[in-house]
């Protein structure tokens, strides 16, 4: 079956009508973000904020409308308002409906499901600027867990830049064995979720917070994960609403937070760690990120990005430092193949810091998963 073209989504989108303009949501300019990848096919529905809530018929209509093209594996469809409210003054955007549709949830959601519910720990690594590899961290982290015996799953939550499926090896899209909830996808033993799994490569996302947020939390909710002892989370880098939907709305058993060693990404690794504080959110330890440079020729160390910052952060801060990783060519080779240094050399010295932060890591969340978090307002 041939996948639906964003021509025949928007031909069919224009025969439905907004009942406040009676214009169609097409020449209204409502439509936003239409995504389509083989058949799944995400957008949203620009509203006035202060009827959001009562427009929840118009998304269902569209939802309902797409998914019944031919061709229409999942229709992903968000409500959301961060128009000019009455008066000219801009409202601040409000939070998005729940994302329902095909292999994404299309039954509607009654009441509040438990997020993760088999997951008995989920840890968060985290860092407060791009550029530190913490994707490349989180990836073999993850592997360094499962090397151990767990049964590991490995959510990417950075909807801009998705990687996970680069780094996993991972190619195609996730099927749906319910009818109503997408199978994680699967490689080395861990189970992945990613919207890069839903869209191009190459095709730059441009949902607004609001849009964000539901996604992440249907990624979560609306997938089935089955059991797992740990899931690793490979947060958006920086503290914004993507981060601060995952802290307060995931019982997050703790956080890593990933660093460089020179002083300007320390400060940002700072504000990252206080954002968790805030929210209560126990930081298990830094990891120091390329933390030194051997030459593979002559065999000479350089502290390119200066060494050691994050272990004195640690003790400044009063929290465990959790290792130091070099920066080192085979580790961004073996990321950039899909065959991350812990699966494709796992007696290199490389893996073992992995699986040895991975195993203090372990030690420190002990499978149990904690209490949501609590949002502190000051």
Not at 211 to 229: C, I, K, T
Not at 291 to 311: D, K, L, T, V
């Amino acid at each position: 079956m041939a996948a639906v073209s964003e021509e025949q989504i928007l031909k069919t989108l224009g025969e439905v009508i907004d009942p406040d303009s009676g214009k169609d949501i097409v020449s209204a300019g409502m439509v936003k973000g239409l995504q389509t990848k083989e058949g799944h096919v995400a957008f949203a529905i620009e509203v006035d904020p202060a009827k959001g809530a009562g427009l929840e018929p118009l998304r269902k209509e569209a939802e309902e409308a797409v998914f019944d093209l031919a061709g229409v594996v999942s229709a992903t469809v968000v409500l959301t308002a961060d128009r000019p409210a009455s008066g000219g003054q801009a409202a601040p955007p409000q939070a998005a409906q729940g994302i329902q549709g095909g292999a994404l949830g299309h039954q509607p959601n009654h009441g509040a499901p438990e997020v993760l519910p088999g997951v008995n720990a989920i840890v968060a690594v985290a860092s407060g600027k791009g550029g530190v590899g913490k994707s490349t961290t989180a990836v073999n982290l993850a592997l360094g867990l499962a090397a151990g015996g767990r049964k590991v799953g490995l959510l990417d939550a950075d909807i801009y830049g998705p990687s996970m499926p680069r780094m996993m090896g991972i190619t195609g899209q996730p099927n749906s064995s319910d009818g109503s909830n997408l199978d994680a996808m699967e490689n080395y033993g861990i189970k992945v979720m990613s919207m890069g799994f839903l869209v191009e490569e190459d095709t730059p996302m441009i949902w607004r917070g609001p849009m964000v947020q539901s996604a992440l939390e249907q990624m979560m909710r609306d997938v089935n994960w089955g059991e797992l002892d740990i899931m690793v989370i490979d947060m958006p880098p920086g503290t914004g609403d993507a981060q601060l939907t995952m802290a307060q709305r995931v019982p997050l058993s703790g956080a890593v937070i990933v660093s460089t060693p020179q002083d300007i990404a320390l400060l940002d690794a700072r504000k990252g760690l206080n954002m968790f504080r805030k929210v209560d959110v126990p930081v298990l330890g830094l990891i120091e990120n390329m933390s030194y440079f051997n030459c593979p020729h002559c065999g000479e160390r350089s502290e390119i990005f200066s060494h050691g910052g994050a272990r004195k952060e640690a003790d400044r801060l009063g929290m465990d430092f959790l290792g130091e990783i070099p920066l080192d060519m085979i580790i961004r080779e073996t990321s950039d193949s899909g065959k991350p240094i812990v699966v494709s050399d796992p007696e290199s010295e490389h893996a073992k810091v992995y699986r040895a932060i991975a195993d203090k890591i372990w030690d420190k969340v002990g499978g149990e998963q904690t209490a949501g978090p609590k949002i502190v307002v000051q």
